[in-house]
C-alpha cells in the first residue's frame, strides 16, 4: 500500500462521521429553513421580525458580555493562582473547577438557590434593605449562570498558559524600567493573546447555544437558543426554528472565525 | 579602566547572603567593592551562586536580612529593579517575541518616554554600534543566535545604564561565534565605560573580558582579584585547578625543596613545614637532558596541539605531571626527559580544608 492510500484510507472513518453526523443533517437544516410560508425569505425573517432581531441581539450581546467578564475574571486569578503558593491553593484550584462537570440543569438550580425568591441573595437584601433582590429567573440570572459555567474551563486554559510564560521577559521588561502595569500590558498580556483566543471561544460559543441553564431558570428569557426551542416544541413552527438554527451557527461561527484570523496575526508576531 | 570611564555607577555590596524559601543557601554573605566603569567578572562552576548575586545587585532578589547593595553610595536594597537603572543581558536573551528588532531595542526608552525622534536616533546608533544594520524591522523568531546576543546587548545598552548586568551572555553560542563575540564584546564594553558585572563559567572569557575576576566556590567568594593574580597567585588549590591547567603537588619539605620520587625540586621563599601542597603550571616547565637536571621522569604520551604538545611525565611526581613544551621539541613516549622548573614558579597553596 502507498503511503498515499494509507492516508486517504485513514480519512475514511472521518469522511463517514462528517457525512453522517454533520453535512447530512445540516443540510437538511439549511433546506427546513427555506420551507416555511415565506420560502427562503424565511431566513430574512431572523433579521426583519423585530422579536428574533431582539433576540439575536440580545444573544450575541450576554455571550460577548459573557466572555469579557470571563476573561478578566479568570486571567486575574488564573495568574495568581498560577504564580501564588499559599496553604489551601491545591483544595481553592479543585472548587474552581468543581463546576466543570455540571450540566446546565444543576447551573440552574444552582442561580436559584443564589439568587431565587428564596435565595441567600434575596435574604440578605431583605435583611439589610428590607427589600428581596430577586434576579435568578431574568437574563441576569442567565449571565451569572454563564459566568459560572465557563469561568472553570478558561482558568484551567490561562494557568497553563501563565506556566509556560517566559519569567525572563517580565524581568527584562522591568530591567528596563517598565512598571507592573506596563509589564503586563507590553509583554504578558501579548503572550497569553493565544490562549485568550482559544478559551475565549469556548465560552462565546457555549453562552450562544447553552440551553439547560436557561431553561431552568426561565422559559421566557429572551435568548436564541430559547427562542428556537419554543418555535420548535410549542408553536410547531419547523423551519422558523430551523432558520434560527442555522443564524445562530453562522453567527457564532463568523464571530469566531473573527477572533482567530485577529489572533492569527498576534499569534504570528509573537511567534 | 578605560580612558570613557566615569559615568558607571560603582557598586557595593555588602555581607549579602541569600538563603532560598526552601532553605538552600545560594550565597555566603559576601562584600564586594566594584568601583565605576570597571568591568568585574564572576566565574565558578555551576550552581556556584553567580546568578544570585547578579540578580541581588539588579534587584530581581532581595538579600537575606542584614545584606545591603549600594550604587554610588546611595543604599538601593530595597528599590524594585525598574528603577535600578541596570541594563540586564539573560542567557536567554529573552528578546520580546512580540515586538520587532527595533521596537525591543528602543523599549526602555520608549518607557521612559523619549519622544519617538530621540528613539529612533539613540535606536539607529546601537544598530550600528552592535553591528545589526538591515535587521531592525526583523522579528526576533528570524534572527539567529548571534544576532539575538547582539539585540539583546543593544536593548540593555540603549538605556545607558549606569550599570551593565550579563549573564552568560556568549554559552548559547557556538565555540567559533562565542570567540568571535568576546572580542567584540570586550571592545564595545570598554568603549562604553559603564561599570559592568559579567557572570560565566569560561575562564577563557573571565581572562580577556574581566579587570578583575571574582572567583566563586559553593556560594563564596574563593578569590578576587586581576586575571594574573589569579592565574598565578592562586590562593588556594580550588582556584589553582579551575583556572588553566595546573600541577598540584603534595610532598614533604626539606631545605627549601619538595622531595619528590624523580628527584627534587627547589621552591621560591622559604617555608619552614614539614610537607606542603603546591602548584606548578604546565608551561613553566622546561624540558632539558635528563642527565643533568635535579627532576626526571619517563614521558608517558605526547598530544600535539598544533601551538604547542602537551606531554604526561609518570615518575617525577608522586602523581603524573602535566608538561607544555614547545612544537619544536622533540619528545617521544618512553624517553626519560629532565624538568627544569623555576623556584618562583611553584606556588604554595595552604593545605585543603
Ligand atoms: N529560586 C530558587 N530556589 C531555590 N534554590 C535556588 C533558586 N535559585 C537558585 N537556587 C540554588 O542556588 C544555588 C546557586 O544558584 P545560581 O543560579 O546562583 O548558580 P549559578 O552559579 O548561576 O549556576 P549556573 O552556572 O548553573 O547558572 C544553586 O544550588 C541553585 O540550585
Ligand atoms: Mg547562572
Known amino acids: 500500500m502507498s503511503h498515499r492510500s494509507f492516508v486517504w484510507l485513514c480519512l475514511l472513518p472521518l469522511a463517514v462521521v462528517t457525512a453522517a453526523f454533520f453535512l447530512l443533517p445540516m443540510a437538511r437544516l439549511v433546506v427546513t429553513g427555506a420551507e416555511g410560508p415565506q420560502g427562503i425569505a424565511g431566513y430574512l425573517a431572523i433579521l426583519t421580525e423585530p422579536r428574533y432581531r431582539a433576540t439575536l441581539i440580545n444573544t450575541v450581546v450576554l455571550a460577548a458580555v459573557t466572555t469579557i467578564v470571563t476573561l478578566v475574571v479568570a486571567t486575574i486569578a488564573g495568574m495568581f493562582l498560577q504564580r501564588h503558593r499559599f496553604p489551601g491553593r491545591a483544595v481553592l484550584i479543585a472548587m474552581l473547577t468543581f463546576p466543570l462537570a455540571f450540566p446546565g440543569v444543576v447551573i440552574g438550580f444552582l442561580i436559584i438557590l443564589l439568587a431565587g425568591r428564596q435565595g441567600l441573595i434575596g435574604d440578605w437584601s431583605n435583611r439589610l ?5 430577586v434576579f435568578a429567573y431574568s437574563i441576569y440570572g442567565l449571565f451569572v449562570g454563564y459566568l459560572y459555567f465557563s469561568i472553570p474551563r478558561v482558568i484551567l486554559t490561562i494557568m497553563a498558559a501563565v506556566q509556560k510564560l517566559d519569567v525572563g521577559l517580565e524581568e527584562a521588561a522591568r530591567s528596563l524600567g517598565a512598571s507592573p502595569w506596563a509589564v503586563q500590558r507590553d509583554v504578558v498580556l501579548p503572550a497569553l493573546a493565544p490562549a485568550f483566543v482559544a478559551s475565549g471561544a469556548i465560552a462565546f460559543a457555549t453562552a450562544m447555544g447553552a440551553f439547560g441553564t436557561a431553561f431552568t431558570l426561565a422559559t421566557n428569557i429572551d435568548v436564541l437558543p430559547m427562542l428556537i426551542y419554543t418555535e420548535f416544541t410549542l408553536a410547531a413552527n419547523f423551519s422558523t426554528s430551523a432558520a434560527l438554527s442555522v443564524g445562530l451557527g453562522i453567527i457564532t461561527w463568523f464571530i469566531l472565525a473573527l477572533a482567530r484570523s485577529f489572533s492569527g496575526s498576534t499569534v504570528a508576531a509573537a511567534g | 579602566m578605560s580612558a570613557s570611564a566615569g559615568h558607571g555607577a560603582a557598586v557595593r555590596i555588602e ?5 532560598f524559601a526552601d532553605g538552600t543557601r545560594a550565597l555566603e554573605p559576601a562584600t564586594l567593592d566594584i568601583s565605576s566603569g570597571e568591568t568585574l567578572v564572576l566565574l565558578g562552576p555551576s550552581g556556584c551562586g553567580k546568578t544570585t548575586m547578579l540578580r541581588i545587585i539588579a534587584g530581581l532578589e532581595l538579600p537575606d536580612a542584614g545584606g545591603k547593595v549600594l550604587f554610588d553610595g546611595k543604599d538601593m536594597t530595597s528599590v524594585p529593579i525598574e528603577r535600578r537603572n541596570v541594563g540586564m543581558v539573560f542567557q536567554s536573551y529573552a528578546l520580546f517575541p512580540n515586538m520587532s528588532v527595533s521596537d525591543n531595542i528602543g523599549y526602555g526608552l520608549k518607557i521612559r518616554g523619549v519622544p519617538d525622534k530621540e528613539r529612533a536616533a539613540r535606536v539607529a546608533e546601537l544598530v550600528a554600534l552592535t553591528n545589526i544594520s538591515g535587521l531592525e524591522n526583523r522579528r526576533i ?6 544576532q539575538r546576543q547582539r539585540v539583546a546587548l543593544a536593548r540593555a545598552v540603549a538605556i545607558r545604564p549606569g550599570i551593565l548586568l550579563l549573564d552568560e551572555p556568549l554559552t548559547a553560542l557556538d565555540a567559533a561565534l562565542r570567540d568571535r563575540l568576546r572580542g567584540e564584546l570586550n ?3 570598554r568603549a562604553l565605560g559603564i ?15 574581566g579587570d578583575r575576576i571574582v572567583v566563586m566556590q559553593k556560594g563564596k567568594i574563593a578569590q578576587i582579584g586581576s586575571p594574573r593574580e589569579i592565574y598565578f597567585t592562586p590562593q588556594s588549590r580550588f582556584v589553582a585547578e579551575f583556572i588553566g591547567a595546573a600541577n598540584i603537588i603534595e610532598s614533604p619539605l626539606e631545605n627549601g625543596h619538595l622531595v619528590l620520587p624523580g628527584g627534587r625540586q627547589a621552591i621560591g621563599g622559604d617555608a619552614n613545614m614539614p610537607a606542603a601542597v603546591a602548584m606548578i603550571r604546565p608551561e613553566t616547565i622546561r624540558v632539558i637532558e635528563a642527565g643533568s637536571a635535579p627532576l626526571s621522569g619517563i614521558i608517558d604520551s605526547v598530544s600535539f ?5 602537551r606531554l604526561v611525565v609518570s615518575g617525577a611526581s608522586n602523581r603524573l605531571l602535566t608538561v607544555d613544551a614547545p612544537n619544536t621539541v622533540q619528545a617521544n613516549a618512553g624517553e626519560r626527559v629532565g624538568l627544569l622548573i623555576s623556584p618562583d614558579a611553584v606556588r604554595l597553596l595552604p593545605p585543603e580544608d
Open chain 2, 187 to 189: 571592545r564595545l564594553l
Open chain 1, 129 to 133: 434593605f428590607g427589600e428581596k433582590l
Open chain 2, 141 to 146: 523568531d528570524q534572527l539567529s543566535g548571534g
Open chain 2, 195 to 209: 561599570t559592568t558585572i559579567y557572570v560565566t563559567h569560561d575562564q577563557a572569557e573571565a581572562m580577556e573580558l
Open chain 2, 305 to 309: 596541539i598544533g601551538d604547542r604538545q
Open chain 2, 15 to 19: 555581607a549579602c547572603g541569600k538563603t
